[in-house]
């Protein structure tokens, strides 16, 4: 458990950078939530991204690579095996250069959301 922790510490670090663009619908020791400014016609907010501790994996969920699937065409293999569905990585271990690779693929998702005014 004790790498979850640091899994998701890192992982939380990467939405932080984005927090004060965005809404921060949950904040708690094991799970961080952004939100976009944008609401839907469901009348709720956008969602952009998430980190939560799991039972056996730290998940982290990325909506800009499900509303626009040509952001994953060139990431790592290895990274592509950490999905699950169209927009979740799941971790069990820490991995550096995965999280770096994530970090740019967090960035290059908000900028095309920012593009597509959905902030």
Do not use: W
Request: a negative charge; charged letters at 25%; aromatic letters at 16%.
């Amino acid at each position: 458990m004790k790498d979850f922790d640091i899994i998701f510490d890192y992982l939380k670090n990467i939405l932080t950078d984005y927090e004060q663009d965005m809404v921060v619908a949950i904040n708690e020791p094991n799970h961080f939530y952004l939100n976009t400014h944008h609401i839907m016609k469901n009348k709720k907010p956008m969602y952009f991204a998430s980190a939560k501790v799991n039972k056996n994996y730290v998940s982290f969920h990325l909506m800009p690579v499900y509303v626009f699937p040509e952001l994953l065409d060139n990431i790592s293999p290895e990274l592509k095996k950490r999905m699950q569905g169209k927009s979740c990585f799941n971790f069990k271990t820490f991995d550096d250069a995965l999280f770096i690779e994530l970090t740019d693929l967090t960035r290059a998702g908000f900028h095309k959301f920012e593009q597509a005014d959905c902030l």
